[in-house]
């Protein structure tokens, strides 16, 4: 058996490798990144210029246009499905909080025909439900008073691929999203969630492209099409 000494020696280099790597990684925090071969994105990054080209589209968007805001699940949609005037200003990852600051300052807003809002599912992952929440009432508020708006309910994930998240979280954050829904005026609540999940409530598997949430050709269609049907009870 090895001695005292040994094991006293193994530990505390043990202890001062860990220290180490803890070090390493606050210092250059992209070493894992480089280590593992690179290739990640840093999301931050790739908001922040998404929304200044977006910025560019929101300013040049003409009158009567539907604009639809929100995260991955607008940013894949075609969006012509739903209304022919409309513009995509999805930004992938983007949360209630990113979409509340970009919607303060889009132009766009007060020549609209109507808005389409799709936004939820990553905040459920990284948020408390009392600040997502708190986002989506600010957002409702602050939007342009007469502007018809089309609130879309989180859409329905496959939790046996999505850590983090269940049918459950979604179902309750959806309930509550209504209820802030029903207190505007000329707003509608829409979940396409049944047409996208079994009887269990989860994304059934011809509806996404494997990683359990972002949607396949057969789930955009069939998002489209409740996204249409909630939009024509608004716009005529």
Do not use: W
Not at 9 to 37: C, E, F, K, T
Not at 98 to 104: D, I, K, M
Not at 105 to 134: K, Y
Not at 191 to 207: I, K, N, Q, T
């Amino acid at each position: 058996m090895p001695s005292r000494t040994v094991i006293v020696v193994y530990v505390v280099l043990l202890h001062v490798a860990l220290v180490a790597a803890l070090v390493l990684l606050i210092v250059r925090p992209g070493i894992v990144d480089r280590l593992l071969g690179g290739g990640r994105i840093d999301m931050s990054a790739f908001r922040r210029e998404t929304a200044a080209y977006l910025e560019r589209v929101d300013q040049s968007a003409p009158d009567g246009a539907v604009l639809f805001v929100g995260d991955s699940q607008v940013q894949s949609l075609a969006v012509a499905r739903v209304a022919p005037n409309a513009i995509n200003l999805g930004i992938g990852s983007d949360t209630a909080a990113g979409v509340r600051a970009r919607l303060e300052t889009m132009q766009s807003l007060t020549r609209a025909s109507a808005l389409v809002l799709v936004v939820g599912h990553n905040d459920a992952r990284t948020r408390s439900p009392e600040d997502f929440l708190a986002d989506v009432s600010a957002i409702l508020d602050g939007l342009p008073a007469t502007l018809p708006v089309v609130v879309c309910a989180i859409l329905p994930i496959d939790p046996s691929l999505v850590r983090g998240l269940g049918t459950k979280d979604i179902k309750s954050l959806n309930t509550a999203i209504e209820a802030l829904t029903a207190l505007r005026p000329t707003t509608v609540f829409v979940d396409p969630g049944p047409a996208l999940s079994g009887v269990d409530g989860v994304l059934r598997a011809e509806c996404h492209v494997g990683d359990g949430v972002h949607l396949s050709k057969v789930g955009n269609v069939l998002f489209a099409d409740r996204l249409r049907a909630a939009l024509a009870k608004l716009v005529k």
